[in-house]
């Protein structure tokens, strides 16, 4: 069975700094994986995927992420926070194999931004 | 833009009483979905729905949970008989993609069960 841990629940970097954000994951084949926000009284939205092709994937508001399949992992990264970052951030899997795209959800990070 | 829209944003209901929700998917999409997130919890998956059935769902839709898509348009949730741990925010979401693409997820409809 697949399943994601983000470690972390919570994590804190002041205005300007590198936000990094770790996702690892567990599945039998390389799975398709994602990362979404939700901001306060919000859904989810996508930031970026990964699905094949190059494992550097950018996404929007200046986030990227790397799929290493030797570490298993999917970490999200913006080079400089900004306030408007602030949010929860969720990495999620679905099986490759599996027409039908249910994704399976990390706990959630939550992102707070200081001035 | 186009956007999946859930209603109600908030019901309260007493245990044991039948509750609908209601989303309306992007209208070319042909895959759609239920989520819940127990609050402080992560977001689980509850159902999914291609080509007027169910194509899975997870341990959490028992019989008291079903789904169904109307007229073509609404696609609901029903829990027949609420429990308090039924208190959640619930996602309905759409693609038009499959397992590749995005989902896009409406703002969600909080149930609290009293």
């Known amino acids: 069975a697949q399943s994601v841990t983000q470690l972390g629940s919570h994590v804190s970097v002041s205005e300007g700094a590198l936000v990094l954000l770790r996702c690892n994951y567990s599945s039998s084949v390389p799975p398709y994986l994602f990362w979404y926000v939700q901001y306060p009284n919000q859904g989810l939205q996508l930031l970026l995927k990964y699905t094949t092709g190059a494992t550097l994937v950018k996404g929007i508001n200046g986030f990227e992420a790397e799929f290493k399949k030797s570490e298993t992992s999917f970490h999200l990264t913006k080079p400089s926070a900004h306030m408007s970052d602030a949010a929860e951030y969720f990495c999620a899997v679905s099986d490759r194999r599996n027409q039908g795209g249910k994704l399976i959800f990390g706990q959630g990070t939550e992102l707070s931004v200081k001035p | 833009e186009p956007e999946v829209t859930q209603t109600p944003s908030h019901q309260v209901t007493q245990m044991g009483q039948e509750v609908i929700l209601r989303c309306v998917p992007i209208s070319n999409h042909l895959y759609f979905y239920w989520y819940r997130q127990i609050l402080g919890q992560k977001v689980e998956f509850l159902v999914s729905?291609?080509?007027?059935?169910?194509?899975?769902k997870s341990e959490i839709f028992d019989d008291q949970f079903s789904v169904e898509r109307p007229d073509g348009s609404n696609f609901t949730l029903k829990i027949r008989s609420t429990k308090l741990e039924d208190s959640a925010m619930y996602f309905c979401?759409?693609?038009?993609?499959?397992?590749?693409?995005?989902?896009?997820f409406g703002e969600g409809s909080r149930l609290t069960v009293l």
């Open positions: 729905f291609y080509n007027n059935e169910i194509s899975e």
């Open positions: 979401a759409s693609t038009g993609q499959g397992v590749t693409g995005e989902l896009f």
